[in-house]
């Protein structure tokens, strides 16, 4: 149980197109998600936090005009980084809050090149 | 404000061995949960271990188990019986009761020698 699928897991877009990741929780409801981004080597970074339903809030520093987050359901989140730069080029990650263990599920990350 | 730290960027352990990851973190909150995640190739995030604090009695999944120290906010992983599949980037990760996010430290990477 507690499974969570991100999708897609790798993608290229050319600079200045919008890419949209998603994250689904399959077997459990989701109230909360939550977007990393990963540079190589490096830990997780916190981007923002989804709630259903509202409006996600966003870490310091994390632009929220280009990472548009949509939580319209207790299953689904998305992510759209809108006129994407080669500097938006990174592996993104989705969690979900699960309460039986209070932690999280991770999606499988999405590596996202842009050129 | 509530850090984790984890100091060795990377370790090496002899398949079969026994290893300890270390991590400290830094907290004002009586109230919280700490965590150790794997990461491995594939880059999928995996619960290895979870601590919470008000239990005294460190947790312990098959080899996996913690040494929780609260006063000292320490919380060290041990990776008994290593196998190469353990080979992976490790982190450690802390979440107050009350707040949803979770902070991760820096990490650790893990070699297995054959």
């Known amino acids: 149980g507690a499974v969570v699928s991100q999708h897609p897991s790798r993608v290229i877009c050319k600079s200045g197109t919008s890419v949209k990741i998603e994250c689904r929780s399959l077997d459990f409801q989701a109230t909360t998600m939550f977007w990393y981004r990963q540079f190589p080597k490096q830990s997780l970074m916190l981007m923002a936090t989804?709630?259903?339903?509202?409006?996600?809030?966003?870490e310091q520093g994390v632009e929220k005009d280009k990472f548009l987050i949509n939580h319209a359901s207790l299953t689904l989140s998305t992510l759209t980084v809108t006129s994407a730069h080669p500097e938006d080029s990174s592996f993104y990650i989705c969690?979900?809050?699960?309460?039986?263990?209070?932690?999280?599920?991770f999606g499988s990350g999405t590596r996202l090149t842009v050129v | 404000a509530q850090t984790v730290t984890q100091s060795q960027p990377e370790m090496s352990v002899q398949e079969a061995e026994t290893v300890t990851l270390s991590c400290t973190y830094d907290?004002?909150?009586?109230?919280?949960?700490l965590f150790w995640y794997k990461q491995p190739p594939s880059r999928q995030m995996i619960l290895v271990i979870r601590q919470e604090a008000y239990k005294q009695q460190n947790a312990t999944e098959n080899r996996f188990s913690v040494n929780f120290q609260k006063a000292a906010k320490s919380f060290s992983l041990k990776i008994s019986d290593s196998q190469l599949g353990d080979a992976a980037m490790y982190f450690c990760a802390y979440r107050i009761r009350r707040d949803d996010k979770i902070i991760f430290g820096k990490g650790t990477r893990l070699h297995i020698l054959p």
């Open positions: 907290t004002s909150e009586s109230d919280y949960y």
């Open positions: 969690s979900a809050s699960n309460v039986n263990n209070y932690g999280y599920t």
């Open positions: 989804s709630n259903e339903g509202s409006k996600a809030t966003y």
